[in-house]
C-alpha cells in the first residue's frame, strides 16, 4: 500500500491510498493491522508509543491503514 503521487511545480503530494496491487495482498495487510490494534486495546497497559496515539486522535481503520 503506497500513496498515490500528486506533484507539481516540485512540490511532493501525497494522495490517497492506492488500489493497484494484489487485493488479496492487501487485505491480508489490513486484517493484520487490525489484530495489531486489537490486541492493543484489550492490553492492561495501552502504553504511550506511536500507535497508541494514534488510536487516540484517529479513525480505527485509518490508523490501520497508516500501520
Do not use: F
Not at 490486541?39 to 508509543?49: I, L, M, N, Q, Y
Request: glycine share 10%.
Amino acid at each position: 500500500l503506497t500513496p498515490k503521487q500528486h506533484s507539481t511545480g516540485g512540490k511532493p503530494r501525497s494522495g490517497g491510498i492506492s488500489k493497484m496491487g494484489n487485493r488479496y495482498i492487501r487485505c491480508l495487510l489490513y486484517l493484520g493491522a487490525m489484530a495489531q490494534i486489537m490486541v492493543r486495546r484489550r492490553s492492561r497497559h495501552p502504553g504511550t508509543d506511536w500507535l497508541s496515539r494514534k488510536l487516540a486522535t484517529k479513525e480505527t481503520r485509518v490508523v490501520a491503514i497508516a500501520l
